[in-house]
Each structure stands twice: as structure tokens, then as C-alpha cells.
């Protein structure tokens, strides 16, 4: 989408992406390599490692589910209140005002910056 933009506005997203995408897919070969080879120095994972690897990638496809499904302005406190109540154990208090702030940042970044964020499917209008 970027190479449509005017140059000025198109450097910036492509130089990133490209490095980004280079360095993820430099990391992808070399990790293949070593799982091919059979050469990984990884330590036997525990049962208590793996609930917790499990349970960090269902809060991150919670995370986009949500967005996904209720936009960024919604989703994103809705996650954040759901993660520092049930994950991080803190109180509604903190986690409320930590779902306040997300949203209040949100509405900022996108009323002053006039950023047109995401507004999910079922939010669009």
C-alpha cells in the first residue's frame, strides 16, 4: 500500500518493513536450519513452561480477536482491563483505570492526530 504514497510518506513504512521482514526472515532460516539439523540447544521445556507459552499466545489472539471485532478505541481497554485483572491478579480499581487510560490515549492519538483508527467489524458503521 505504502509504494502508492508520495515519497516522502512511503520511506518511512517501507525501510521498516523491509528491515523487519529481513531480520524475521534471516531468524526463520536459522532456526529451521537448527530444527533440520536436529542441533538445538535448547533445555527439555517443562509442562509449567508450556501452560505459560500456551496461555501468552491465547492473550495475544485475544488481543487481535478483539481489535479485530471491536476496534482499536474499544478492543484495546476492553483487553487491557480483561489482562491486568485476570492475568496480572490486580484489583478492578487499577485495572478500570488502566482500561481508562488506554482508552483516553486512544481517544487523543486519534482526535488530535485526526489517526483514523481501526473501528473493528461489528463497530463499523
Known amino acids: 500500500m505504502a509504494f502508492a504514497w508520495p515519497m516522502e510518506a ?18 526463520l532460516t ?22 505459560r507459552i500456551h496461555l501468552t499466545f491465547a492473550w495475544i489472539l485475544g488481543f487481535f480477536a478483539s481489535v479485530f471485532i471491536l476496534g482499536f478505541q474499544w478492543g484495546l481497554p476492553l483487553t487491557t482491563l480483561l489482562y491486568y485483572r485476570y492475568e496480572a491478579r490486580r484489583s478492578w480499581v487499577i485495572a478500570l ?17 485526526h489517526l483514523p483508527l481501526y473501528d473493528g467489524f461489528f463497530m463499523a458503521g
Open 30 to 51: 536459522a532456526d529451521i536450519r537448527l530444527w533440520v539439523a536436529g542441533t538445538t540447544d535448547d533445555a527439555p521445556v517443562s509442562a509449567e513452561e508450556t501452560s
Open 97 to 113: 483505570i488502566l482500561a481508562l487510560l488506554t482508552w483516553g490515549f486512544l481517544y487523543f492519538v486519534a482526535t488530535t492526530l
Open 10 to 27: 512511503r520511506t518511512f513504512p517501507i525501510v521498516m518493513g523491509g528491515t523487519g521482514l529481513a531480520l524475521a526472515l534471516a531468524a
